[in-house]
């Protein structure tokens, strides 16, 4: 599964690359070191660790404000575990997709990111994203509304603990449908 898994980063890398430099190369993030465990660790022992939550990083310094803003967690496989009915009819006491959600939640906060991305694909499936509502909002307020999505799921998830307000699409779409520039706009006009 590790090489399996390892391939899928590296294939996101470098289309999130492609879309962020706008198709002139491959190589603007690549995958963090030790998928942002030394990170993790060495912020439990106060240290900071630029540059390396997460699972992925930016290689290439085009690729900074993106990285500042968002922490990206990857996953692949977990095909018959990890759906959103899961959310709805399993017997776990927190679905799969739950669980990974707060893991990018909490590299995000370690990290200290705005938001969190999770990007997911199933076995012999389309590779899909996560987001909160923080993030959407940003969405609609920086990218607009003129190109239509296609498919978008919202899902509100509520328990004694935790509230989660999750948004998912296609990978896919949302490259197509957000232009990289708002996260510069974004990085300039909060400076």
Do not use: H
Not at 19 to 36: A, C
Not at 57 to 71: C, N, Y
Not at 103 to 124: H, M, N, P, T, Y
Request: overall charge positive; proline content about 3%.
């Amino acid at each position: 599964m590790a090489q399996k898994g390892s391939g899928f980063e590296r294939a996101i890398c470098k289309q999130l690359s492609l879309w962020y430099s706008n198709k002139e190369t491959n190589s603007v993030f690549w995958r963090t070191s030790t998928s942002g465990a030394r990170a993790t660790v060495r912020a439990k022992k106060g240290l900071a660790t630029p540059n390396s939550y997460g699972d992925i990083s930016a290689i290439d310094p085009i690729g900074v404000p993106l990285i500042d803003l968002v922490s990206i967690e990857l996953k692949r496989g977990y095909s018959g575990q990890l759906t959103i009915q899961d959310l709805l009819d399993s017997n776990q006491k927190k679905p799969l997709l739950l669980k990974f959600w707060e893991q990018a939640e909490r590299d995000r906060l370690v990290g200290k990111r705005k938001w969190s991305w999770l990007i997911f694909q199933r076995d012999r499936r389309k590779a899909c994203l996560v987001f909160n509502k923080s993030f959407w909002k940003f969405l609609t307020n920086y990218a607009g509304k003129s190109k239509a999505v296609r498919l978008l799921v919202k899902i509100d998830c509520v328990n004694k603990k935790t509230r989660y307000s999750l948004y998912m699409m296609r990978l896919s779409e949302f490259l197509d449908w957000v232009d990289p520039e708002i996260f510069n706009a974004y990085t300039k006009e909060n400076a």
